[in-house]
């Protein structure tokens, strides 16, 4: 018996290459708890039936003596990344028979080093939504918590994880999607800096914002994950390259800004922000300089993203209209079609988001919304830049709230407040990280909190080490 | 803020988005709830704010290079075809 609870991807690799165990062995082993446990959940919409061919291969390739470090890792996929020949339906209606013409480039990475990919997650209807309660395939249940929300959008590759049901995930992160959910089910969820891993391959909500990030048990493990599929990409004309981004040197000691009169704000929970108190305080003591900053209208922030995100998003999602693949459902003239398809197709969620953005970008509202959300949005990526000249690292909670029970937010914009500590790194493209923090206990089940780090530009490197000092400072 | 069920229809319009009138109705009701928050930023001053961004020229040569594509997997996800070509409704 493998045992998969206290695995990581690191010991894996030793494993692995020692032959200890088998990449077929170690995929059995998630296969085996994913018959048990995916019914419960629902994090995985689908199981490939490659798995075990996958494995193989990895084996072949351990047996002439090769290694790479995520060869032979049992790996869960969102189901908005593309790999050739599998269904990727964004857990939409309007993809739901899609299947993928290509390899997404991340895909294409990680096939390299000879990952095993089991399977793709549930997540929110074309990935819009902080709970997958918008998936058109049923929600994902917390790990934690049968009766509460594993978070969302990328809810499934969140819960595999946490639940062994994979060693490793890849999510994507328009506006918190991965650090969110890796906040509520206690494990680690990473935003690189936008345009540090490909999008070719990703199917696009917001284009400014999207990202592809991490998720897994540990930083290391994160790290692991994220150098593997990072790098410019000729299919991405918006990825960037090591020298994009000046890299202004550090101290050995690093100074944390937080955020004071953002944390303390309206409508946080008392216990969130209480255990993020402690947080600051074990890193204050351990020997960070701690400092509080106050960044010009950052209380701004969410209102800009849901000008900016469903503008995108609309744009984005005219693509599907039900004609060359995708949802059809034929009218009586080309027009009833185009109207049918999307009216059927776009979950709920989508739809509001769709017609918002029309409104946003229509003529006599653009300059009001959507030119003023791009200003405030220059103003804001200033104010952080002038931020990083004193700090090296901004620390909040990740969500404002605990995951909640499953139905208990109905009011869209009451579920948009969760993106409240998360949007800012998209807005402006700094790499942050969500790190497990501790629990709350509620109703006997203990529920777990996550703390995020955002640093500069293109310096993934100071999330990482702050990332492993803080799990240090955890086991304490 | 205030937003007709007209003013949802031409949204839906222009959107191509088929709505049920129950549907305009809570679609209504939640717009001007999220227009009502968003609409804060009108409070902010701005100035005059220019990017810092750098822009610079991100285009490849035009050269040709072969990609992987599976004309197979396209053309069998086409709701209607002939001859290997996607058909649709006649539009003239």
Redesign the interface.
């Known amino acids: 018996m493998i045992d998969l609870e206290n695995l990581t991807i690191e010991k894996a690799r030793k494993f692995l290459d020692a032959k200890e165990f088998s990449a077929v062995d170690l995929a059995n082993a998630y296969l085996a708890e994913i018959e048990k446990k995916n019914k419960e959940l629902n994090a995985y919409l689908e199981v490939f039936d490659d798995v075990l061919d996958q494995a193989r291969v990895a084996d072949e390739i351990i047996a002439k003596g090769e290694s790479y470090p995520l060869l032979g890792i049992p790996l869960a996929i969102k189901d908005n990344i593309l790999i050739k020949g599998q269904i990727a339906s964004s857990a939409s209606k309007m993809l739901e028979n899609y299947v993928a013409s290509y390899d997404a480039t991340v895909i294409t990475k990680l096939k390299k080093q000879g990952a095993v990919f089991l399977g793709r997650t549930n997540m929110d209807d074309s990935a819009m939504g902080g709970s997958t309660e918008n998936s058109a395939f049923g929600v994902t249940k917390n790990p934690h918590d049968l009766s509460r929300v594993a978070g969302g959008s990328s809810g499934g590759s969140v819960a595999t994880v946490i639940a062994n049901l994979a060693l490793g995930a890849l999510g994507s992160d328009t506006g918190g999607s991965v650090r969110e959910p890796a906040a509520f089910c206690g494990i680690v969820g990473m935003k690189p800096t936008y345009g540090r891993v490909s999008r070719y391959g990703l199917i696009a909500m917001g284009s400014s914002l999207d990202c592809i990030g991490p998720i897994a048990k540990n930083v290391e493990d994160a790290q692991i994950i994220y150098e593997a599929i990072l790098g410019s990409d000729v299919f991405d004309s918006t990825t960037i390259t090591d020298t994009t981004y000046k890299k202004l040197s550090f101290k050995k000691e690093l100074t944390l800004g937080v955020p004071w009169d953002l944390v303390n704000g309206e409508g946080i929970n008392e216990e969130v922000k209480e255990n993020f108190k402690q947080s600051i305080d074990k890193l204050e003591k351990f020997g960070f300089k701690i400092k509080d900053i106050s960044i010009k209208n950052i209380d701004m922030a969410l209102a800009v993203y849901y000008i900016i995100m469903p503008a995108e998003a609309s744009t984005n999602l005219s693509r599907f209209d039900g004609m060359r693949y995708g949802f059809h459902k034929g009218g009586k003239n080309l027009l009833e079609d185009y109207k049918q398809a999307r009216g059927f197709g776009f979950g709920q969620e989508v739809r509001r988001r769709i017609l918002l953005g029309t409104y946003v970008l229509s003529a006599g509202y653009y300059d009001a919304y959507y030119g003023k959300a791009q200003m405030i949005r220059n103003m804001l990526k200033k104010e952080f830049s002038k931020a990083f000249e004193n700090v090296d690292l901004i620390a909040t909670p990740t969500a404002p709230f605990i995951a909640w029970k499953i139905g208990a937010k109905s009011n869209p914009l009451s579920m948009y407040l969760a993106d409240i500590f998360t949007i800012t790194a998209n807005i402006i493209g700094v790499p942050a990280m969500s790190i497990p923090s501790g629990f709350s206990e509620i109703e006997n089940k203990k529920l777990p909190l996550g703390i995020q780090f955002m640093a500069p530009h293109g310096r993934e490197d100071l999330l990482f080490e702050v990332g492993k000092q803080f799990e240090t400072l955890k086991k304490e | 803020m205030s937003l007709s069920i007209k003013d949802?229809e031409d949204?839906?319009e222009?959107?191509?988005?088929?709505?049920s009138n129950e549907?305009k109705e809570s679609?209504l009701a939640?717009?001007e709830?999220?227009?009502g928050?968003?609409?804060?930023?009108?409070e902010?001053e701005?100035g005059e704010?220019?990017?810092?961004?750098t822009v610079y020229n991100?285009?490849?040569e035009d050269v040709l290079a072969p990609?992987?594509?599976?004309r197979e997997?396209?053309v069998?996800?086409?709701?209607d075809s002939q001859d290997g070509f996607?058909k649709?409704?006649?539009?003239l």
């Not at chain 2, 704010?49 to 961004?53: A, G, Y």
């Not at chain 2, 649709?88 to 539009?91: F, G, Q």
């Open positions: 949802v949204l839906a222009l959107a191509k988005l088929e709505l549907e679609l939640d717009m709830s999220i227009l928050y968003v609409k804060q930023i009108e902010v701005v704010v220019r990017s810092n961004d991100v285009w490849r990609r992987e594509f599976s997997l396209i069998k996800q086409f709701p996607l649709v409704k006649k539009i």
